[in-house]
């Protein structure tokens, strides 16, 4: 699993940071809002944890542009504001949760768990939809207004990823992490492999939908 940690308080973003890697978490902690943001945008993150009083770039504007990119990460704001307002106004812009500070860490893992817990159940049932392209996650199929088609486990892990992040470059690091493990072996050539075999059953779907190469990088859905 991996947490993006976003919270300028140097001390609290290393307790934070050693706790969630005890937990067998792996984090990047960014200690300004620009960086939290471009680093939330790479879409790579299972969690994000998100302060609301930050330098360059407040939380809430952090949380608006990654919703605004389509960045469906979940985020729990780490909030020093006790305000209900506050609090709302986190909800509405997109936030999944939120912890009020001083919060316990074990109250923070709980929390955790149960998002991403939430999100796990969503994956299992739900679908996801771009362009006119549907995947359904828990049949494997693909589909179109009129047409359909079956694909298989890695191709539907690899296109949940493009579609959960249109319009972003995912790279080919990235997929090998999120779906062979970083444990893996597995090669730039496999990737390329199905890519070219979900690229066949995009087209025969007959949206406008295209996965495009992003030379040295990566893919993108657009
Ligand atoms: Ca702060």
């Known amino acids: 699993m991996n947490v993006l940690l976003?919270?300028?308080?140097?001390?609290?973003?290393?307790?934070?940071?050693?706790?969630?890697?005890?937990?067998?978490?792996?984090v990047d902690a960014a200690f300004d809002g620009q960086d939290g943001l471009e680093k939330g945008l790479s879409g790579r993150y299972d969690i994000i944890l998100l302060d609301i009083m930050l330098p360059?770039?407040?939380?809430?504007?952090?949380?608006?542009?990654?919703?605004?990119?389509?960045v469906s990460t979940p985020v729990i704001l780490l909030t020093a504001k006790n305000q209900i307002s506050d609090k709302i106004k986190g909800l509405d812009l997109g936030a999944d949760d939120y912890v009020s500070k001083p919060?316990?860490?074990?109250?923070?893992?709980?929390?955790?768990?149960?998002?991403?817990?939430?999100?796990?159940?969503?994956?299992?049932?739900?679908?996801?939809?771009?362009?006119?392209l549907t995947l359904n996650l828990s049949s494997y199929e693909l589909s179109s207004k009129d047409k359909k088609i079956k694909i298989t486990l890695k191709e539907g892990q690899i296109l949940e990823l493009l579609m959960a992040n249109p319009n972003h470059v995912i790279t080919k690091d990235d997929l090998i992490i999120k779906i062979w493990g970083?444990?893996?072996?597995?090669?730039?050539?496999?990737?390329?492999?199905?890519?070219?075999?979900?690229?066949?059953?995009?087209?025969?779907?007959?949206?406008?939908?295209?996965i495009e190469t992003v030379r040295g990088l990566g893919y993108k859905l657009v």
Do not use: P
Not at 9 to 23: G, Q, T
Not at 56 to 70: P, T
């Open 6 to 26: 976003i919270e300028d308080e140097v001390n609290l973003s290393e307790a934070l940071c050693h706790l969630l890697k005890k937990e067998n978490y792996s």
């Open 56 to 70: 360059k770039k407040n939380g809430y504007d952090v949380l608006k542009e990654l919703r605004e990119a389509k």
């Open 103 to 132: 919060f316990s860490a074990s109250e923070l893992m709980a929390r955790m768990r149960a998002l991403l817990r939430r999100k796990t159940d969503k994956l299992a049932t739900n679908e996801l939809e771009y362009g006119g």
């Open 182 to 210: 970083y444990e893996s072996d597995a090669e730039y050539n496999n990737i390329e492999v199905y890519i070219s075999f979900l690229r066949k059953k995009i087209e025969y779907l007959k949206t406008s939908v295209v």
